[in-house]
């Protein structure tokens, strides 16, 4: 495996730079990130064969002189093929709000080992430079198509989401709250999902910092999002199942530069409560 450093200073050597640096000074020209396989799955459309398999690994370094960048793609599999590795050099990008954006067709790879392989007609690559906790936690949205008719579209095993909770039921007053939070995990291989809701609050007398989680919820992956749906669930606080909050009539729809919409109703207190979430992966996008 390539490691961060070594990515950084092969993909320079290889773009001929005369100096890479990867601090964060104002003057910095270039930047390196990785993308683990851990990190992340594959959504694979093979020629309209959909299946789900386990991530690649995608290595990045960023030119923000010349608005371009190089990518390195290592154990790309689509259930039948392995891929070779392979770098992309070059590709131009720009800013779309904060996300550094790139649509690229007919891109010319070069495979690290010198072996053939499928040329890819189209890259869109997204990377949002996210800072959550102190600490620089980007959000890659990747999708690929190669002229075999094999399309990859990678999403993060974890996304996580900050927004708008929005509570309404009959006879009582709409609440909102930007205190909850919401952590979407995919389990690839038994294609459950579970969406943990940090600092549930449905209603103004609900306890403030109580933590929910919905498992086992039914999901498909499209090429832009991941969709939730379940018509009933017993959430868990704690790690025990809480009757009290029954979900019901649950429905989402995760994408990651476009942000999230999530609906469900919680049987809570003696009335029914609708609740829609509004969100984005970084909490001042929903200002823009």
Not at 10 to 23: E, N, T
Not at 24 to 50: H, L, M, P, Q
Not at 68 to 95: C, H, M, Q, R
Request: charge should be negative.
């Amino acid at each position: 495996m390539i490691r961060l450093r070594q990515l950084f200073f092969v993909l320079c050597g290889m773009m001929a730079m005369v100096s890479c640096d990867s601090s964060t000074d104002d003057d910095v020209r270039i930047s390196a990130s990785e993308y683990e396989a851990k990190d992340c799955f594959n959504y694979v459309n093979d020629n309209g064969t959909e299946s789900l398999q386990p991530g690649a690994y995608y290595g990045f370094v960023f030119d923000y002189v010349s608005a371009t960048y190089s990518i390195v793609v290592k154990g790309l599999s689509d259930g039948n093929t392995l891929y070779p590795d392979f770098v992309a050099e070059g590709i131009k990008w720009s800013y779309s709000g904060p996300w550094k954006s790139s649509h690229a067709t007919n891109v010319r790879a070069k495979t690290i080992d010198g072996s053939v392989m499928p040329a890819i007609m189209e890259l869109n690559i997204h990377v949002l430079d996210r800072v959550t906790n102190g600490k620089l936690d980007p959000v890659y949205q990747i999708d690929m198509t190669f002229d075999n008719g094999v399309t990859f579209v990678t999403y993060p095993v974890q996304m996580n989401y900050y927004g708008t909770t929005t509570v309404s039921a009959q006879g009582v007053k709409e609440f909102k709250t930007k205190e909850s939070t919401y952590v979407l995990t995919i389990d690839r291989q038994t294609r459950k999902a579970t969406v943990n809701v940090n600092n549930a609050r449905f209603a103004e007398n609900m306890p403030v910092g109580m933590n929910m989680v919905f498992k086992d919820i039914d999901f498909t992956v499209t090429k832009k999002t991941i969709e939730l749906e379940s018509a009933s669930l017993i959430p868990e606080i704690g790690g025990d199942p809480y009757p009290a909050f029954a979900i019901s009539q649950l429905a989402g729809s995760f994408g990651l530069s476009d942000g999230m919409s999530f609906d469900f109703h919680c049987a809570a207190m003696g009335s029914d409560y609708s609740v829609n979430v509004e969100a984005k992966v970084l909490p001042q996008l929903m200002e823009e």
